[in-house]
């Protein structure tokens, strides 16, 4: 697992499907857009 990851994935992911289907989309949409916004950086 590359170390920029963090394991993100693996947590977002369970988490996810433990919700019902709409909640766990809205999630993974909410973690995407964290992802695309260049205007968020690393510290």
Do not use: W
């Not at 920029?4 to 857009?33: N, W, Y």
């Amino acid at each position: 697992m590359p170390a920029c990851t963090g394991g993100v994935g693996l947590i977002s992911g369970r988490k996810a499907f433990q919700k019902p289907m709409k909640d766990g989309i809205e999630l993974f949409h909410a973690i995407q857009d964290v992802y695309l916004d260049e205007t968020i950086t690393l510290a």
